[in-house]
């Protein structure tokens, strides 16, 4: 229902709210995809920072190997091209993640529900200054610059017995 003032739907307001049952760190999902995160909630509101938003970081992995990565959002990276791209980093250099890999959410993530789609890997290098990491880009596959609507999946991610006592 509302957006920031960028072409980009970095952090939003949908029009469910905690009378729906939606509550913070709740996890947003559109066209399959991963979109965010629930931050705050009114009673008929909720406001969502999106993964493209540039304090978003995503634990992730490979589909296919489990070999971890970090997802980062890069509003100026979104911006610069015709494809939508965000930062993949923190990968091994031995890892085997290559271009067009579905990329998922961690089990080890704290918010994020373990399996959900972030996107595809594309342009994995080594990294020249240490030769000891990768790094790339990921398009998402969420369409960032045309949400309509969006899906909140209201199973929070369970912290453990000790962070939910």
């Known amino acids: ?8 739907f970095s952090v939003f307001r949908i029009d469910k709210g905690s009378d729906d049952g939606i509550k ?3 996890n947003v999902i559109a066209g399959g995809g991963l979109v965010g995160i629930v931050t705050d909630v009114g009673a008929n509101y909720a406001t969502v920072r999106s993964i493209i938003d540039d304090s978003s970081n995503v634990s992730a ?34 890892d085997d993640i290559k271009d067009g890999d579905m990329i998922v959410t961690s089990n080890i993530s704290g918010k ?14 080594v990294d020249y200054n240490d030769n000891l990491t990768k790094s790339g880009y990921l398009i998402p596959a969420a369409r960032f610059d045309r949400l309509q609507e969006v899906l909140v999946i209201t199973d929070l991610k369970d912290a453990g017995p000790e962070l939910n006592e």
């Open 61 to 94: 992995m490979t589909l296919s190997t489990s070999d971890t990565c970090i997802v980062k959002g890069d509003l100026e990276l979104m911006s610069d091209g015709h494809i939508q791209l965000m930062q993949l980093s923190y990968m091994e250099k031995d």
């Open 112 to 125: 994020f529900l373990p399996g959900l789609l972030v996107g595809y890997a594309t342009d994995i290098t």
């Open 24 to 26: 913070e760190d709740m």
């Open 1 to 8: 229902i509302a957006k920031d003032s960028s072409s980009w």
